[in-house]
Nanobody, 124 residues
Framework: QVQLVESGGGLVQAGGSLRLSCAASGRTFSGKPMGWFRQAPGKEREFVALISWSGGGTTYADSVKGRFTISRDNTKNTVYLQTNSLKPEDTAVYYC?????????????????WGQGTQVTVSS
């Protein structure tokens, strides 16, 4: 059974930082990109960042570019999201996602596995 477990969320003041982690178990996603998404109250889930299998290729939503960094440690089957210079509008539940395919997708329906999410709340 595949499990993705996020951690690292919390309450932080504007300008602060959090490091989110996503640990995969049950299978490895060898050769597959993995992504981070987020969902704010009353809004649809949206793409945040994507990383290639090797870690050499990354893509970010314009709203987080220059502030967030995605990385992965394949020896630990874990993906990270370093979030810096947080803003109140970054408040959301953050999810990691994995896919059985190998494409670089921004759409949520392209992903086959999701974690339970971790709450990030940024106060002003």
């Amino acid at each position: 059974q595949v499990q993705l477990v996020e951690s690292g969320g919390g309450l932080v003041q504007a300008g602060g930082s959090l490091r989110l982690s996503c640990a995969a178990s049950g299978r490895t996603f060898s050769g597959k990109p993995m992504g981070w998404f987020r969902q704010a109250p009353g809004k649809e889930r949206e793409f945040v960042a994507l990383i290639s299998w090797s870690g050499g290729g990354t893509t970010y939503a314009d709203s987080v570019k220059g502030r967030f960094t995605i990385s992965r440690d394949n020896t630990k089957n874990t993906v990270y999201l370093q979030t810096n210079s947080l803003k109140p509008e970054d408040t959301a539940v953050y999810y990691c996602a994995a896919q059985l395919g190998g494409g670089y997708y921004y759409e949520t329906n392209r992903y086959d596995y999701w974690g339970q999410g971790t709450q990030v709340t940024v106060s002003s």
